[in-house]
């Protein structure tokens, strides 16, 4: 009994070191840079036991595919940091729809705050008429409902615009997922309900309490947001932390557990402005078809991602305790997307032959 028992035990102690390598540092207290200046913490690939010949390939890829600036952090710390193509560690660059995740947390936040309530319809905040929707239909949507693409503002024919006059009626809020640009309203919502402008919230209650540097600027009729490589990080490793930035709470747990949690019964990969991953369906967008399986068939299923045009990437992946950042052009000209593409895929077979 006792060859057993021992046999046993050096299989258990085998396994959970080999556990260690693909879910590194279980133990280690999470790291947070300080929130001026360029100082953050690092650890090596040997630290983690990653496989050091994995890396030039991935990088190879990363400049292959346009890309400009690349991040991993494990526990807050820089494991990689490289830049492509001219850019560098101070150069801006632009979210896109990537960008969508900052305001589901300016949401919170001010739901938080007692300012707004995302059950209420947006119309108690902006008043009526800012659809062309009769208004027994404008009346049905909620600030959940942009949270959630969920409006039945019609997706297609009037593209991103959001005058009242290009937001038309579709379906009965609630029914339909369509990936539409009219989430923006819930800027309006904030701006409201706080009396500030959104840009001043938003710097007051997130940027300038996690250190992220950037603005928000017009890029194609859109207000996106434009920042460093180490800020879009910064604001992943709040997310990795469930909404708390050292032991300063930015963003309730409670909310945080909803947003990054499939939000309605149509599209299981989509949460508050978050993609999904590991759900056994999801739709995209400009699409009304259900495809099966998970988004990214080779990244982690507890992977939750900001996914913006021309292949900006936020990934977060709790159980690896790993924050990805990938910003750039597109990676296949060819092929653009809105926010997923063949290059996810082909990028986490990469990542993942790091720790695999």
């Not at 640009?181 to 309900?193: M, R």
Request: charged share 15%.
């Amino acid at each position: 009994m006792s060859k057993i028992c021992c046999t046993f035990l050096t299989l258990l102690f085998l396994t959970s070191c080999s556990s260690d390598t693909t879910n590194p540092t279980p133990n280690e207290t999470a790291y947070f840079p300080p929130l001026t200046g360029d100082v953050w913490e690092t650890k090596s690939i040997a630290d983690l036991g990653w496989k050091q010949t994995a890396v030039q390939p991935l990088l190879d890829y990363l400049a292959l595919k346009n890309s400009k600036g690349f991040i991993i952090l494990v526990n807050g710390k820089i494991v990689m940091e490289n830049y492509f193509n001219g850019h560098s560690a101070s150069t801006g660059w632009y979210w896109a729809s990537a960008g969508k995740t900052l305001t589901a947390t300016l949401t919170g936040i001010a739901q938080q705050e007692g300012l707004i309530n995302i059950n209420n319809k947006v119309s108690d905040y902006i008043g009526t008429g800012w659809t062309s929707m009769p208004l027994a239909k404008e009346n049905l949507i909620t600030n959940k409902h942009l949270l959630t693409m969920t409006s039945g503002i019609e997706d297609v024919v009037n593209g991103d615009a959001v005058d009242p006059a290009s937001l038309i009626y579709k379906a009965d809020a609630g029914t339909r997922w369509a990936y539409h640009n009219v989430y923006v309203k819930l800027q309006d919502v904030i701006a409201s309900a706080s009396g500030q402008t959104w840009s001043n919230y938003f710097n007051a209650k997130l940027k300038d309490k996690i250190g992220m540097t950037g603005a928000w600027v017009q890029l194609d009729n859109n207000s996106v947001y434009w920042s460093t490589t180490r800020s879009m990080a910064r604001f992943g490793l709040l997310m990795l932390n469930k909404g708390k930035w050292n032991n300063t709470t930015i963003l309730n747990e409670a909310y945080f557990n909803e947003a990054s949690n499939t939000s309605q019964n149509i599209n299981l990969g989509y949460g508050y402005l978050w993609w999904l991953n590991g759900k056994s369906s999801y739709h995209l967008p400009q699409s009304q078809l259900q495809f099966n399986g998970s988004l990214i068939p080779t990244g982690p299923n507890d992977m939750f991602m900001a996914l913006g045009k021309n292949d900006q990437k936020i990934y977060v992946i709790p159980s690896k305790k790993m924050v990805v950042i990938r910003m750039g052009d597109v990676a296949n000209p060819a092929n653009p997307t809105f926010a997923l593409s063949g290059f996810d895929e082909e990028l986490w077979t990469k990542i993942s032959a790091l720790y695999q």
